[in-house]
């Protein structure tokens, strides 16, 4: 009961900050080892002040469990998501095959975001910033590849929130480029 308490957030059952750098700690020496990367997106809600100021804090407690239960639906076992406090989640992808794709699955979890909640006999609409950054591009420790993370998430929302951005503006751009041209040949077939 004990290490429950201290390693999962109370409100969404998701393990808590201290339990997310203890298992990122071990997917950077992980990756170290095997040569691989791994993507921290740093997931924060766009207005959630209002809804909580708006419809209640009970309400926004509802929603911030149904944003974590719908977040669930898009990690992976080896993955590790979860809440840092308030309105911020961070999900650890492990075993990185490619940088773009922590962009794919970025994409994915602003989708599952855009539908509504539906809290307290109302829908909610809410959406989300996520900051990106990777290891060993971005760095090889723990706080750093956090705040480089936290860093992108505010870039995220300055460039109009509900979207993504990486750490590295380069990558961002690649990831930009990559989208418009898949967009691209879509049209095409």
Known sequence: QLHRLAHVDALTQLPNRRMVLSRL????????????????????????????????????????????????????????????GGDEFILVLETLRDRE?????????????????????SDVWVQASIGISLYPDDGGEVEKLLRDADAAMYQAKRAGRGTF?????ALTQRSEEHTSELQTRLHLV
């Open 25 to 84: 700690e071990h997917a950077l020496e992980a990756a170290q080892r095997r040569g691989q990367r791994v993507a921290i997106l740093f997931i924060d809600l766009d207005n959630f002040k209002t809804v909580n100021d708006s419809l209640g804090h009970n309400i926004g407690d509802a929603l911030l469990r149904q944003v974590a239960a719908r977040l669930a639906l898009r990690a992976r076992r080896q993955d590790t998501l979860g809440r840092l």
């Open 165 to 169: 951005r990486y750490y590295t503006e």
């Open 101 to 121: 794709d922590a962009a794919s699955v970025a994409r994915e979890l602003l989708q599952l975001l855009a539908r509504p909640f539906e809290v307290g006999g």
